[in-house]
């Protein structure tokens, strides 16, 4: 089992740009997270996707930024139209059925937009 | 609206020694699950302790014990026995409803522990 990867883990970008990260969660795991965390702070909670239905989405997910998991495995998450204001560490997380309480992290994607 | 608050942005304890980092919430939920995560400078999140908001005893995961004190709401985190690897920044969080499938789980600004040798 190699945890939950991200790719990629670094992305600089101009601003308006669109951009696209990745996550694969732990293959047996059917819940999926993704997070924003700017520097000094805890992470913020964007969306949660059980299998491939998003069944949450924070406020602060703007319509700039769309998330899928179309086949219930990876997710893709999506920023059109990027501003500087969306520099952050982009988190992704996975649990399990069994023990849903315990979220496993990925490494992140730093995103820095110029 | 829930919010969590770690009052101590750094804390220094001497190797070998206990310390607790402290952690307030606020919810109107009666069902909620709190947890601790340590960040190191590499960056990644790791897991520490769960507290279900009906547990009636105190959760303990080897070094690890949260101190929950639901009238006061606050889940302290009590780390035995400091290690230099425990140097890390350490971040509370709640998770709203998780019996009733709520998802969203809300991070303090963290509290960044420092041992020394």
């Known amino acids: 089992d190699t945890g939950v990867s991200q790719n990629p883990r670094h992305k600089i970008t101009k601003r308006g740009q669109n951009v696209t990260f990745r996550c694969d969660p732990i293959s047996e795991h059917n819940r999926l997270y993704w997070y924003r965390q700017t520097l000094g702070q805890g992470p913020e909670f964007l969306t949660y996707?059980?299998?491939?239905?998003?069944?949450?989405k924070s406020r602060l997910l703007s319509d700039r930024f769309s998330a899928e998991r179309p086949k219930g495995s990876f997710s893709t998450l999506e920023i059109q139209r990027t501003e500087q204001g969306d520099s952050a560490m982009y988190l992704c997380a996975s649990s399990s059925p069994t023990r849903g309480n315990e979220q496993f992290f990925g490494p992140g994607t730093r995103l820095t937009v110029l | 609206a829930q919010k969590i608050t770690q009052t101590q942005p750094g804390m220094f304890v001497q190797e070998k020694e206990a310390v607790t980092l402290d952690c307030t919430y606020d919810t109107s939920d009666q069902s909620y699950g709190l947890f601790w995560y340590k960040q190191p400078s590499s960056g990644e999140m790791i897991f520490l302790i769960y507290?279900?908001?009906?547990?009636?005893q105190n959760a303990t995961e080897g070094r690890y014990s949260l101190n929950f004190q639901k009238a006061r709401k606050s889940a302290n985190l009590v780390i035995s026995a400091s290690q230099l690897g425990d140097s890390a920044m350490y971040f509370c969080?709640?998770?709203?409803?998780?019996?009733?499938?709520?998802?969203?789980?809300?991070f303090g600004a963290g509290t960044r522990l420092f041992v020394k040798a």
């Open positions: 507290q279900g908001s009906y547990d009636e």
């Open positions: 996707f059980q299998n491939e239905a998003q069944l949450e």
């Open positions: 969080a709640m998770r709203e409803a998780p019996n009733t499938g709520g998802f969203k789980t809300i």
